[in-house]
């Protein structure tokens, strides 16, 4: 599966306002993305608090599931 690595300001704002609209109140906090599979509808979401990540940095992960993205740990 295809993964992107986002973690400019322009590309997180893009991010939320076209696949986690509902959950904006999240964006202030967000500064990088993993997006999995295609770029215009993921499969998942991860998002991180930081920059640029670490491998075994927290995460919170966005999963696609009968077209809602639901918010698991």
Do not use: Q, R
């Not at 300001?9 to 986690?20: A, I, Q, R, Y």
């Not at 990088?32 to 998002?47: H, R």
């Amino acid at each position: 599966m295809k993964s992107t690595f986002i973690n400019s300001v322009d590309d997180m704002s893009w991010l939320f306002d076209t696949h986690l609209k509902e959950n904006k109140e999240f964006y202030p906090e967000y500064n990088s993305a993993i997006l999995y599979g295609n770029e215009d509808c993921p499969e998942k979401i991860e998002l991180y608090k930081k920059k640029n990540p670490l491998v075994g940095d927290f995460f919170v992960l966005f999963s696609l599931m009968d077209d809602k993205y639901v918010l698991t740990n």
